[in-house]
């Protein structure tokens, strides 16, 4: 797989809060072994580093310590349990607080002011489906029977602003649509969805995307709240090199013999708009 890929991988720990590799090596012998290389010099390379998805995970194991020794993997298509040794494992996570593996998702700083939007979103849909319907009142004749009864309220239930609608009623039934007296404005739902969508962007340092849909915002407020973005990036490159450093590039070369020679650096480029 591509580096490109491996990345987009790697920063599932946003959203989980973790993400787990194996370091899969190989004998690097030209581009026509299995697996290809495209160095035949016959020492030991990365292959790949191997994606093991959260959904997989069966448990952790760790040792007396509390370290964590090794990733337990349950994984379609015969879910046989296997053990991925931290030795050969690579985790990254969104927080280490307890050196719990799992870390913590950045989504979690959202989740409330998701949760409150996502139900305003169906509260404005519901008053704006009502406001055109207007409230169904539904008079039965006299003698109406249990029957009819549910009939009734199978009606007023069903009654959509669409292009079949229609009643047909029997004789002697009346329906009547009420407008409702007091009602919420869809304004107000507007303000308070817009408020929670951006307290959503402000937890990722993202405020910037919304500038301009209020009609408000400046080309320096723009610029600071992007280098703040910029920041918090690097921030990710900073901790995913890290790990590649502190893990990947030593446990490498110590498979290789190449003397006294000092460990290379894996390094990102600098993150700037272009």
């Not at 992007?226 to 990036?233: C, Y």
Request: net charge neutral.
């Amino acid at each position: 797989h591509t580096w490109s890929d491996f990345i987009s991988e790697c920063l599932t720990m946003v959203s989980f809060g973790y993400s787990f590799f194996e370091m899969v090596y190989k004998v690097r012998s030209g581009p026509e072994a299995k697996p290809p290389s495209k160095h035949s010099d016959k020492r030991i390379g990365w292959r790949k580093f191997g994606f093991r998805a959260q959904d997989t995970l069966d448990q952790w194991e760790f040792d007396e310590a509390g370290g964590v020794r090794a990733f337990v993997q349950s994984a379609p298509p015969d879910y046989q349990k296997r053990t991925i040794p931290i030795e050969k494992g690579l985790l990254f996570r969104a927080r280490h607080e307890k050196n719990n593996p799992e870390g913590r998702s950045v989504l979690r700083n959202a989740y409330r002011s998701w949760y409150f939007k996502s139900r305003l979103e169906s509260l404005e849909g519901i008053v704006l489906e009502r406001r055109g319907a207007g409230l169904p009142v539904m008079h039965l004749p006299p003698g109406a029977t249990t029957t009819d009864r549910d009939a009734a309220k199978d009606i007023v239930r069903k009654i959509r602003i669409d292009e079949q609608m229609g009643v047909t009623l029997p004789d002697g039934w009346k329906l009547d649509l009420l407008s409702p007296g007091a009602r919420a404005e869809v304004s107000e739902f507007d303000a308070a969805i817009t408020r929670y969508r951006q307290e959503m962007l402000m937890s990722v340092l993202a405020g910037f995307v919304a500038l301009g849909t209020e009609k408000v915002g400046s080309f320096a407020l723009s610029r600071d709240q992007k280098d703040f973005f910029l920041m918090s990036l690097t921030g990710w490159a900073d901790a995913i090199e890290e790990v590649l450093n502190t893990f990947a590039v030593p446990r490498l070369f110590a498979l290789n013999d190449f003397g006294a020679a000092g460990l290379p650096y894996l390094k990102h480029g600098e993150l700037a708009t272009v």
